[in-house]
């Protein structure tokens, strides 16, 4: 049962409890952009995208299932378990850090370009980009799987073991010297 403040919620943005609670699927694009925050229990499956780029954070147990692009592009922190499916692209770009244990499944691309350092045991596979353009280093055990672009501009250093798999185009602007045996399978070039 829902509290008066989730039924409120509902009300207002048109949805019924059991899209609410993610028990049914929103078959079209959710767009919650002027919101600066959501309900507890809000976690929704969505077919297409869902836009909340108004909020600075979200609860505990949101990990919403997008079938589009998911846009969280103001959030500063997230908790620990957010973990979201999402089918196109998940922008995170003002996060500056995140939680152990953050590896959601992304069909597209993953916009974290703000953040400033990566856990241990951090390794996306991503069909589209991957965008770390602030950090400057990376822990070992390192190694993603990127269809596109991997962005790491800023990377000032790379530790030995390092050899991501990139579909495209590698961004290592700032390296300084690269270690014995580094040796990438990149798709097109590397910078």
């Known amino acids: 049962m829902l509290t008066p403040e989730q039924i409120a919620f509902c009300e207002t943005h048109k949805i019924t409890e059991a899209q609410f609670l993610g028990e049914e699927e929103i078959n079209d694009e959710l767009d919650l952009d002027s919101l600066t925050s959501i309900p507890e229990g809000f976690n929704p499956k969505v077919s297409d995208s869902l836009y909340l ?42 996060l500056t850090s995140i939680p152990e244990g953050f590896n959601p499944k992304v069909g597209g691309g993953l916009d974290l370009t703000r953040l400033t350092a990566i856990p241990k045991g951090f390794n996306p596979k991503v069909r589209g980009f991957l965008h770390l353009n602030s950090l400057t280093s990376i822990p070992e055990g390192f190694s993603p799987e990127v269809g596109t672009t ?39 070039i590397v910078r």
Request: hydrophobic share 30%; charged share 20%; aromatic share 8%.
């Open 53 to 94: 780029s108004g909020l600075t954070s979200i609860p505990e147990g949101f990990n919403p299932k997008v079938g589009g692009n998911l846009y969280l592009s103001h959030l500063t922190s997230i908790p620990e378990g957010f973990n979201p499916e999402v089918g196109g692209d998940l922008y995170l770009d003002s």
């Open 150 to 188: 991997l962005n790491l501009s800023s990377l000032t250093s790379i530790s030995e073991g390092f050899n991501p798999k990139v579909g495209k185009k590698l961004y290592l602007r700032s390296l300084k010297s690269i270690p014995e045996g580094f040796n990438p399978e990149v798709g097109e």
